[in-house]
């Protein structure tokens, strides 16, 4: 079933991209601070450093506004703390934005703006308790994750001709927790490049 989707949206992407206005790779540094709560109240949470890359997609609709889409490996997740405890839970997802961009014109180069909804369909966990190895697994159990996460990006940055440079923070909707006893949804600051073809 999973290969099939992803397979199903590579396909996709491929025919919207034969008719894009432009389409190219880009890639970004994420810092992850998800929106946390646990039955530990001492807990807290920090910064996780990951990367984004893959390939993007421009429709033009207009002189001023383009649909923005694609198709991204996003490294999100968290890290927790206690006096007793630290936990890295750096999670790896395929994540599909769908963004409306507004462009202002400056001559040489162009501002924009953009906003829209994310889909992400989690591949791994990678989580770590004290330095060891944690084996946490996408499912339906109290100490499992769900898989898929949706949420909005907001974001801005300057295209230069072929080269784009931006800011984006996705706040996700889904508590990709299943205990009562905790929830967490994905924060998301990233710094990205693209380049066009």
């Known amino acids: 079933m999973m290969k099939q989707l992803i397979f199903t949206l590579l396909i996709c992407l ?8 432009k389409f190219g790779i880009k890639a970004g540094l994420n810092f992850a601070n998800g929106d ?3 039955n530990n109240p001492d807990l807290t949470t920090s910064s996780l450093t990951g990367f984004q890359l893959g390939l993007v997609v421009d429709f033009t609709l207009t002189e001023e506004f383009c649909f923005n889409t694609g198709l991204l490996y996003s490294q999100k997740g968290l890290k927790a703390e206690s006096e007793n405890i630290e936990i890295e839970l750096p999670v790896n997802y395929l994540e599909i934005p769908l963004n409306l961009a507004y462009k202002y014109d400056l001559g040489e180069a162009k501002l ?23 084996n946490i697994d ?25 080269l784009q440079v ?20 994905n924060r998301v600051l990233s710094f990205t490049v693209g380049y066009f073809f």
């Open 36 to 38: 946390f709560e646990d």
């Open 138 to 162: 996408f499912g339906s159990g109290d100490e499992d994750a769900k898989r898929l996460d949706f949420g909005l990006n907001i974001g801005a940055g300057m295209e230069l001709n072929a």
């Open 112 to 134: 924009f703006a953009l906003a829209g909804p994310y889909a992400g369909i989690g591949l791994s966990i990678d989580a770590k308790i004290n330095g060891e190895d944690e």
């Open 166 to 185: 931006g800011i984006n923070y996705g706040f996700g909707f889904t508590d990709l927790a299943n205990s009562n006893e905790r929830k967490m949804k």
């Open 14 to 21: 491929g025919v919207f991209s034969a008719d894009a206005q």
